[in-house]
């Protein structure tokens, strides 16, 4: 294969996303056991900035997180996990190459970087595993001339960005996005798809991204999705979650914001009754997370405003609304939770379009 390389730098960015029918469970290489339905965020992004030469070494990688290396000689917890997230990402370019085989022939040099804090409750993993995938696209696409249509780069984006971590395929598109296969949609486990058909009430959708919690969650998803394999509740949830996606297509359709609320919220809560089901069983939500959900009701019945919360696997608690409320709520949540019940608030908002 020829190397032709004579531009060897660029730079990627990927959105994360908030998932409102929730991946949980998977199988064989990173497929789901059920849909899942996520909202694509707009500043919630990681930017990759990578660079990239010939290697005769086979695939050699120097990796930058957010400016630590993950080589330093001090001993903290975040160069040890940074050291961890290298080893990761290394084993994720390895697993590759026998599809991609130009990666054995690359000195990669990738700085990875996030707009957003560290256990902020927003999904690094998302956003960062998208931004690789594109950074492999696009490595491809240079080095082997090989340039598909945008239909199929966006397949095979989302398809290298779920081998990373399932929820980075979502992270392809924006708006709304379903992964996970469907009659309906013909949709697919493999990679994610876009939803287009949604109505006008959903076209404005605020996220705002309340941190009870930010330290390190004391179980990882990726051992919540393992204790799914043999969970007493498998079958339902399976049942239960594709039903849930179908039902919120519905709603999405119909522009009920009430429903769209009831379904998001219910999912929420089944999220974390799954994990409270496990063997073993685990509690990751904090005595502020339920102050919060109770103060979001609050607030809702006493101003009619059709907010609605979820969680992804953490303490965190992300307030969905529609964006013409921006002031009541944010109002409401320097008056009612501020200093109170939460260390911090980040603003987000759905993104609709790249
Ligand atoms: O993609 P992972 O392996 O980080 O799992 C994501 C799991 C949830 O965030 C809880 C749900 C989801 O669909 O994003």
């Given at each position: 294969m020829c190397l032709n390389i004579n531009q060897n730098k660029f730079v990627v960015t990927a959105p994360s996303n908030i998932a409102l029918v929730k991946y949980w469970g998977k199988r064989d290489q990173q497929l789901p056991i059920n849909?899942?339905?996520?909202?694509?965020?707009?500043?919630?992004?990681?930017?990759?900035?990578?660079?990239?030469?010939?290697?005769?070494?086979?695939?050699?990688?120097?990796?930058?997180?957010?400016?630590?290396?993950?080589?330093?000689?001090?001993?903290?917890?975040?160069?040890?996990?940074?050291?961890?997230?290298?080893?990761?990402?290394?084993?994720?370019?390895?697993?590759?190459?026998?599809?991609?085989?130009?990666?054995?022939?690359?000195?990669?040099?990738?700085?990875?970087?996030?707009?957003?804090?560290?256990?902020?409750?927003?999904?690094?993993?998302?956003?960062?595993?998208?931004?690789?995938?594109?950074?492999?696209?696009?490595?491809k696409e240079r080095i082997t001339k090989q340039v598909c249509n945008l239909e199929d780069r966006l397949i095979e984006t989302s398809y290298l960005a779920r081998l990373g971590s399932g929820s980075a395929s979502r992270s392809i598109y924006p708006g709304v996005v379903c992964w996970g296969e469907s009659n309906l949609l013909k949709s697919s486990n493999e990679y994610a798809t876009r939803i287009v058909d949604f109505h006008e009430n959903f076209r404005d959708y605020a996220d705002a991204i309340l941190i009870v919690d930010d330290g390190v969650k004391s179980v990882s998803s990726s051992t919540g999705h393992q204790l799914m394999s043999n969970h007493p509740y498998k079958l339902q949830r399976i049942e239960r979650a594709n039903a849930r996606s179908l039902a919120l297509f519905e709603v999405l359709k119909s522009g009920d914001v009430k429903k769209f609320g009831e379904i998001v919220e219910a999912e929420a809560l089944e999220l974390h009754g799954l994990m409270m089901s496990s063997n073993p069983p685990y509690i990751l939500l904090r005595p502020n997370s339920l102050n919060v959900i109770e103060s979001i009701k609050k607030f809702r019945e006493e101003e009619s405003i059709p907010c609605c919360f979820t969680m992804d696997a953490g303490p965190n608690v992300h307030l969905l609304y529609p964006n013409s409320y921006h002031k009541a709520v944010s109002s409401f949540i320097e008056r009612e939770l501020a200093g109170k019940y939460i260390l911090s608030w980040i603003e987000d908002k759905v993104c609709y379009e790249f």
């Open positions: 849909q899942s339905v996520s909202f694509t965020l707009s500043n919630s992004v990681t930017s990759i900035d990578c660079e990239y030469e010939y290697s005769s070494a086979g695939l050699v990688l120097d990796f930058i997180f957010e400016g630590d290396n993950g080589l330093s000689s001090s001993s903290s917890s975040s160069s040890n996990s940074n050291s961890n997230f290298k080893t990761r990402v290394l084993k994720y370019l390895e697993s590759l190459i026998p599809q991609y085989s130009f990666l054995n022939k690359l000195k990669l040099k990738i700085i990875s970087k996030n707009s957003f804090p560290h256990s902020a409750g927003i999904a690094s993993s998302a956003s960062f595993y998208a931004a690789l995938a594109k950074v492999i696209v696009l490595l």
